[in-house]
């Protein structure tokens, strides 16, 4: 069965530090890895993609990994701001590349604190 | 460019009654995908429509279903409603069919429905 799991399901660190956050998943055959982020109350936003053959692909202060091998990705966050603080779900998407194969965590929701 | 726009963006329910949720995609997007997402079990995926016709549905009963409209707007049914269907209900849009490696999906804010 295709399972996407994500690490730690809850994290609070101080503004200003860096944290990483863990997706493992089981997916087979494996298309792309998608990382968004959910503020409360809104819809997820896009935050990167990659493909089988990228293993690091950043946007701003994020910054993914995969490891298409042990099937393991990591999102890193740099200095962390207040704004940060959201739910952080990792999406992967089978080969086909159909919606009906995408298979998602249940997220990691980051609070970031004074 | 406006975003993908849903409405309501709220509703309040009892049970055995229907509701109609819509979404309007951003322009010139083809693909309208639709996901419910709860506390327990995150976001799921409902169905997908391209150019009116749906190419995917993912495990959900038949109380659930939507259409296509040329204007690539859409809008998902659920009748009968049940408590457990309370929930944030999602639409997405994207260029091509979603799930593509080079393609991006733009989330609605959603509509928060409660079933009482």
């Known amino acids: 069965k295709n399972q996407v799991e994500q690490s730690p399901q809850s994290l609070i660190i101080l503004e200003g530090k860096n944290c990483t956050l863990q997706?493992?998943?089981?997916?087979?055959?494996?298309?792309?890895l998608r990382w968004y982020k959910q503020d409360t109350g809104r819809g997820p936003v896009s935050l990167t993609i990659?493909?089988?053959?990228?293993n690091t692909k950043s946007n701003g202060r994020y910054t993914a990994t995969l490891d298409a091998d042990t099937k393991q990705s990591s999102l890193h966050i740099t200095a962390s701001q207040l704004s940060d603080s959201a739910s952080y779900i990792c999406?992967?998407?089978?080969?086909?590349?159909?919606?009906?194969?995408?298979?998602f965590g249940t997220g990691t929701r980051l609070q970031v604190t004074l | 460019k406006a975003g993908v726009t849903q409405t309501p963006r709220y509703l309040i329910k009892t049970r055995g009654q229907q509701v109609t949720l819509s979404c309007s995609p951003i322009?010139?997007?083809?693909?309208v995908s639709w996901y419910q997402q709860t506390p327990g079990q995150g976001l799921q995926f409902l169905f997908e429509?391209?150019?009116?016709?749906?190419?995917n549905k993912g495990n959900f009963p038949g109380r659930f279903s939507g259409r296509q409209f040329s204007n690539s707007r859409s809008e998902m049914n659920v009748s009968t409603l049940e408590l457990g269907d309370s929930a944030l209900y999602l639409c997405?849009?994207?260029?091509?069919?979603?799930?593509?490696?080079?393609?991006?999906?733009?989330f609605g804010p959603g509509t928060r429905l409660t079933v009482l």
């Open positions: 997706c493992n998943y089981t997916v087979s055959p494996f298309s792309n």
């Open positions: 322009s010139g997007h083809r693909s």
């Open positions: 429509y391209f150019s009116e016709t749906q190419r």
């Open positions: 990659m493909t089988f053959s990228e």
């Open positions: 997405a849009s994207s260029w091509f069919a979603s799930g593509g490696a080079t393609d991006t999906q733009y």
């Open positions: 999406v992967v998407s089978g080969n086909t590349g159909t919606a009906s194969k995408l298979t």
